[in-house]
């Protein structure tokens, strides 16, 4: 899915992809990208951070990377090293992280992937930042931590969404001010 605008004056816009589901038990993750989404399309016009950053970049969307997994759990019941622009990355990593905080208190951590819960060897991040050179690649695991784990009930799918919504807005307008490589 991708959403774009095309009368924008940018004549060159920057691309954001986003992926959900990569892991086939994690439910909240394509609930949480459909939320943004639909945030981004409904809003459109309406918000004006949203509208900005719609008119600067183009989102291309996939909500369920592991189509197969994913379906099966509904019918079923390496190194460390930071990149050398660790700390280009980290800032924008800190201001999504307060954004999302400020909506409903929900607290996270930030680090590379393999620091922050294990090593994920071979996600989306890795390519996206080892093969293409996307310098803004991010890993973003959502809640919960604790009670829940992976098996969220409904009434945290909505605010799974905001605060993820406002972490990426702000993230968004980190990348924008930075002097894309």
Known sequence: MAIRHDGTKATTKKAVWWDGGIHAREWISPATVIYIAYAFLSKYGQ?????HLVDQFDCYILPVFNVD??????TKAYTTMKPSQFKLQDDGS????NALAAVHGTQYQHDNIAQTIYVASG???????GTANVIFSYGVELRDTGKYGFLLPEDQIIPSGEETLA???ALLQYIEKQVYV
């Open 47 to 51: 918000d004006p951070t949203i509208t």
């Open 69 to 74: 997994g994913y379906a099966y759990t509904w």
């Open 94 to 97: 800190i201001q999504a992280i």
């Open 123 to 129: 996600s989306t991040v890795d390519w996206t930042y």
């Open 167 to 169: 972490g990426l807005l």
